[in-house]
């Protein structure tokens, strides 16, 4: 069983940033893939970005958004720069942890460990 808290949301301005944070259970956290994903008010949960030896980023935020992790700490990262009022959302942290790690881990069916999720809100 692997526990996710995200942490780091709130109310910024656009053009702002933020990070958000995502700290796991687990002795084998450096095996899990580690993703991160976002649902807007009556929009589906949609993917942001994931790593484990690679990095998926979805378009919209690629170039905009960093992805990271602390293997020593159990913890993931999402850094958010140039934050526009589309990227308004709840933001989950999701865990998996099967050997492989490929283009899949960029949809949620592949994903078994979710938190709570973070509420991330960019005012025009």
């Avoid at 958010?80 to 881990?105: G, Q, R």
């Amino acid at each position: 069983q692997v526990q996710l808290v995200e942490s780091g949301g709130g109310l910024v301005q656009a053009g702002g940033s933020l990070r958000l944070s995502c700290a796991a259970s687990g002795r084998t956290f450096s095996s899990y893939a580690m993703g991160w994903f976002r649902q807007a008010p009556g929009k589906e949960r949609e993917f942001v970005a994931a790593m484990k030896w690679s990095i998926y980023y979805a378009g919209s935020v690629k170039g905009r958004f960093t992805i990271s992790r602390d293997n020593a700490k159990n913890m993931v990262y999402l850094q958010m720069n140039s934050l526009k009022p589309e990227d308004t959302a709840v933001y989950y942290c999701a865990a998996d942890e099967t050997p492989v790690f490929t283009s899949a881990h960029m949809n949620i069916g592949a994903y078994k460990y979710w938190g709570q999720g973070t509420q991330v809100t960019v005012s025009s």
